[in-house]
């Protein structure tokens, strides 16, 4: 089945490490998206890629890096800029049409040691 | 600029009785719109969307929505509700410019024995 992986589950970081969090889709869609989830926040973007080595900044990227270099693969660096990272990340992924729904993946919920 | 608003953070029903969940946006073209349901430490998945065409839009598990533009409302509703169906709603609507997707702040529902 096609879907959208996300890994890890939980994932936490200690003061002044960056972590990458992966998402992996084989749903052939080229648009990927990263969204953070704080609670009675709604999701809010943090960066979003319609295509193969190129993104744009969200709302909310100041503290964030990505990479695009495959269709597949869309990862996510929490930097230690970021200064307050614990939240629930998704990635989305679609096709770049705007009428067809985003796919989710299950997140990964990354906490401060 | 597109935005969603969701009126109620928090809303409360009996089972068996009406679910009612409220959505107004705002855009500047016909939007597509989405109805997501999110369960606890998992991702979004896909209730309903409304393209173009018939207003009064069918979804899974019993959901449909309807979309008024003179309202600028796209309102969630469900007959008839279930313990099942406790979960966070979110609605969105899709920039056809940007392709990039405006989420609501979300609507948790409970449902009381």
């Known amino acids: 089945d096609g879907g959208i992986t996300q890994s890890p589950k939980y994932l936490f970081r200690k003061e002044g490490q960056n972590v990458t969090l992966s998402c992996e889709q084989n749903?052939?869609?080229?648009?990927m998206y990263w969204y953070r989830q704080d609670p009675g926040q709604g999701l809010r973007l943090i960066y979003y890629s319609q295509i193969v080595n190129d993104f744009q900044k969200g709302d909310i990227a100041e503290g964030y890096s990505v990479s695009r270099e495959k269709k597949e693969s869309f990862p996510l660096t929490v930097t230690s800029a970021q200064k307050n990272p614990t939240a629930f990340y998704l990635c989305?992924?679609?096709?770049?049409?705007?009428?067809?729904?985003?796919?989710f993946g299950d997140g990964t919920r990354l906490s401060i040691l | 600029a597109q935005s969603v608003t969701q009126l109620g953070s928090h809303v409360s029903v009996s089972e068996g009785a009406l679910v009612l969940l409220r959505c107004n946006y705002s855009s500047s073209v016909p939007p597509y719109l989405f109805w997501y349901v999110q369960y606890p430490n998992q991702g979004l998945q896909l209730l309903l969307k409304y393209t173009t065409g018939a207003t009064l839009v069918k979804g899974i598990n019993g959901f449909e929505a309807e979309f008024k533009k003179s309202e600028t409302s796209f309102h969630l509703t469900k007959p008839s509700a279930h313990m099942s169906d406790a979960a966070e709603y979110f609605c969105?609507?899709?920039?056809?410019?940007?392709?990039?997707?405006?989420f609501g702040t979300g609507t948790r529902l409970k449902v009381l024995a």
């Open positions: 969105a609507v899709s920039d056809q410019r940007t392709y990039k997707y405006i």
């Open positions: 989305a992924s679609s096709v770049v049409e705007g009428r067809q729904p985003q796919h």
């Open positions: 749903l052939n869609h080229d648009a």
